[in-house]
């Protein structure tokens, strides 16, 4: 069974994660996509929830698979921008009306999963020419009239059992009519965003013709009747899949750029809302420069700046000082910048992959340590030969620190060799022993307050032992930490 859920009231921006990841989970993945560690770590998904403005739950989607496989063309880039251009929220709020796609699991599903038919033709076809025939008998012997009458009364109960069955089948196929009608609107409304898909928006015709056959209404409602006898719901649905399967490319093509309309104007919108930049993707060797750079979804974010050229940045620091949120930021904006084209300060770079290594956890159900799964994290990034942005926190935390300091430098030391690598330690020592592609950097605690302002050079002290006493340990366990 596809999956399936009441609709909800259509609203700009809001939509379910769940639901905006289906396109792209639907969607053939290759190298360019973020991998799972990567979305997890970045909390990707609170991401996208902070910067939807979309109308659609299509424009969701689009949304969301644009920031999981950031583009790495300035040349996309620069259509994308030049669409943005164009595009007036309000004609496009116009042309989209009220939504028609507000269960946003339908149209993944029926364009690209390949649902098999929703009912058996042949089976439909034999009822339907008994019940023909029978009529035609009647002429000549009509007594036939009688297994008419059962004919019809049979498929009655055949077309009131199958609105189960077709009920996703239907409802897809409704949807997906709404996206086409709209699409023609959006195409009439801008005619230069529109040019690609004009062709392919006259397959709407083969389907408004046997959807017109399910609205037809009469003042004594024997139409629902005749249809139900006649089975002109599951003819008609059988069909409407039939045209799907014969003009998938087409209409896979129709949807996505109806979501991308939509993905644009939510940009557009964030952009007036929000003090947003538009950032330069430069072809070059592994470089970055931003400037009063913030996390887009933590509310009240000190903005701080970093520079790297084929370099990489290790960030020191008291507990709960910022540490992690900043190796976010800089990873997350390197992701929107590549996506949609819009970052949370100014921000210069070159066309960067994103790999990030933050959270590592024991895996008890494969057996795996800390450790275990930190090498096969860390085995990942090495072995990866791509421009990357490392954004890496508390590496090889799971073992000992008279291993753990040569390993982090010997790994960190391999990375910056092939592309950016920004990364957060308790290990003074490593700061130590890095050698000079890395910068030194860390946030402090002074009197109590975190001021999250990142200062050059190496932390002086560390608070764990002050958070231990802020948390009420017995004074016996802080005489002997003093």
Same mark, same amino acid.
């Given at each position: 069974m596809w999956p399936f859920r009441q609709h909800l009231p259509a609203k700009v921006g809001g939509h379910p994660l769940e639901e905006a990841t289906l396109l792209a989970a639907a969607s053939t993945q290759d190298d360019t996509w973020l991998d799972e560690r990567t979305v997890d770590d970045l909390e990707l998904g609170s991401v996208f929830t902070s910067i939807d403005r979309t109308r659609t739950a299509t424009g969701a989607q689009v949304l969301w698979r644009w920031l999981r496989a950031p583009t790495r063309s300035p040349a996309v880039l620069a259509q994308r921008e030049a669409a943005i251009a164009q595009i007036d929220p309000a004609r496009i709020a116009d042309a989209i009306g009220s939504p028609p796609d507000t269960n946003g699991s339908l149209l993944p599903a029926l364009l690209w999963q390949s649902p098999p038919p929703p009912f058996s033709g042949r089976v439909t076809a034999a009822l339907l020419v008994a019940l023909v025939a029978s009529l035609i008998a009647t002429m000549l012997w009509p007594p036939a009239l009688f297994f008419a009458v059962l004919l019809f009364i049979a498929n009655v109960f055949l077309d009131d059992w199958s609105k189960i069955r077709l009920a996703n089948? %239907?409802? !897809?196929?409704?949807?997906?009519? @709404?996206? #086409? &009608? $709209?699409?023609?609107?959006?195409?009439?409304?801008?005619?230069?965003?529109?040019?690609?898909?004009?062709?392919?928006?006259?397959?709407?015709?083969?389907?408004?013709?046997?959807?017109?056959?399910?609205?037809?209404?009469?003042?004594? %409602?024997? !139409?629902?009747?005749?249809?139900? @006898?006649? #089975? &002109? $719901?599951?003819?008609?649905?059988?069909?409407?899949?039939?045209i799907v399967d014969a003009e998938r490319e087409r209409l896979r093509r129709i949807v996505e750029w109806f979501g991308e309309m939509d993905a644009l104007t939510s940009i557009k919108i964030l952009r007036s809302e929000r003090d947003v930049h538009v950032p330069e993707i430069v072809e070059g060797p592994p470089a970055l420069e931003a400037r009063d750079l913030v996390h887009p979804a933590v509310p009240d974010c000190v903005a701080n700046d970093v520079t790297l050229a084929a370099s990489g940045l290790l960030i020191t620091g008291s507990n709960m000082s910022g540490k992690s949120t900043f190796l976010r930021t800089i990873a997350i904006n390197a992701v929107l910048a590549q996506s949609i084209h819009t970052t949370f300060g100014a921000w210069r770079s070159s066309p960067l992959y994103v790999r990030a290594v933050m959270r590592i956890e024991d895996v008890l159900e494969d057996g795996m340590s800390t450790y275990a799964v930190e090498v096969a994290a860390m085995h990942e990034l090495v072995s990866d030969p791509r421009p990357c942005l490392f954004v890496i926190d508390e590496p090889f935390h799971g073992t000992n620190p008279a291993v753990r300091v040569p390993i982090i430098v010997a790994v960190l030391e391999y990375l910056v060799g092939r592309g950016l690598v920004v990364t957060a330690t308790h290990d003074l020592d490593v700061a130590h022993q890095l050698d000079q592609r890395f910068a030194r950097g860390y946030f402090e605690e002074r009197d109590g307050d975190f001021d999250r302002t990142l200062r050059t050079g190496i932390a002086p002290v560390s608070n764990a032992i002050e958070i231990l006493r802020r948390a009420g340990y017995p004074e016996a366990i802080m005489e002997r930490l003093s």
């Open positions: 089948a %239907g409802a !897809a196929i409704k949807v997906l009519d @709404g996206v #086409l &009608v $709209r699409s023609i609107a959006l195409a009439a409304a801008f005619p230069a965003l529109g040019a690609p898909i004009r062709d392919d928006l006259r397959v709407r015709g083969k389907f408004r013709r046997r959807i017109a056959l399910l609205h037809l209404q009469d003042p004594l %409602g024997l !139409a629902d009747m005749i249809r139900a @006898g006649l #089975l &002109v $719901r599951v003819l008609v649905t059988r069909s409407c899949m039939q």
